[in-house]
T-cell receptor
Framework: GENVEQHPSTLSVQEGDSAVIKCTYSDSASNYFPWYKQELGKRPQLIIDIRSNVGEKKDQRIAVTLNKTAKHFSLHITETQPEDSAVYFCAATIPGGGADGLTFGKGTHLIIQP | NAGVMQNPRHLVRRRGQEARLRCSPM?????VYWYRQLPEEGLKFMVY????????ESGMPKERFSAEFPKEGPSILRIQQVVRGDSAAYFCASSPRPRQATNEKLFFGSGTQLSVL
């Protein structure tokens, strides 16, 4: 089955700086890569996703890049703000990989220092 | 649209008791997925249901856990004879079509935090 590794487990950056979270996946057939943000005690919320036919996608301060050859994808947050503090999860989907096909990373706790 | 609704938000049970977690999908969504999140861990798939059918329960423990999604009413995740290791956050998600078929976005509920004493 698919295996998703996520790094780092904790990331602390100064407000205004950029943050990068990286994930690798094992199955080259994976074709969909969503990112979820989970604030303490709240639900995971989809913040951005990318499909395997695209190398990069951007939405305001958030961008995701995908390198299919290396089987890794990254979340980039620029001009970080206090409200960006949360746990971020990456996920990968294998076609035919079960009912939901989503395999999640273990999460990155992003801390924005004022 | 109220979104995916889960209740209760917090549930405390003693070892050996039963836990029943409820999930009402978003309006118009007939596909429900249950996930478990242990502390410091990601979300682990448990079961996928459509109305009156269990489609995939490959992530469910073989004993004590069951799920249903009746024709009327919410989806229920039932844990019998709970043990301390069942303590976790249980999230429900829904989609309008099978998620896998078209890479539909998943919408999560706020979760139920189960604590077993």
């Amino acid at each position: 089955g698919e295996n998703v590794e996520q790094h780092p487990s904790t990331l602390s950056v100064q407000e205004g700086d950029s943050a990068v979270i990286k994930c690798t996946y094992s199955d080259s057939a994976s074709n969909y890569f969503p990112w979820y943000k989970q604030e303490l005690g709240k639900r995971p919320q989809l913040i951005i996703d990318i499909r395997s036919n695209v190398g990069e996608k951007k939405d305001q301060r958030i961008a995701v890049t995908l390198n299919k050859t290396a089987k890794h994808f990254s979340l980039h947050i620029t001009e970080t703000q206090p409200e960006d503090s949360a746990v971020y999860f990456c996920a990968a989907t294998i076609p035919g990989g079960g009912a939901d096909g989503l395999t999640f990373g273990k999460g990155t706790h992003l801390i924005i220092q004022p | 649209n109220a979104g995916v609704m889960q209740n209760p938000r917090h549930l405390v049970r003693r070892r050996g008791q039963e836990a029943r977690l409820r999930c009402s999908p978003m309006k118009g969504h007939s596909h429900v997925y249950w996930y478990r999140q242990l502390p410091e861990e990601g979300l682990k798939f448990m079961v996928y249901l459509q109305k009156e059918n269990i489609i995939d329960e490959s992530g469910m423990p073989k004993e004590r856990f069951s799920a249903e999604f009746p024709k009327e009413g919410p989806s229920i995740l039932r844990i019998q004879q709970v043990v301390r290791g069942d303590s976790a956050a249980y999230f429900c998600a829904s989609s309008p079509r099978p998620r896998q078929a078209t890479n539909e976005k998943l919408f999560f509920g706020s979760g139920t935090q189960l604590s077993v004493l």
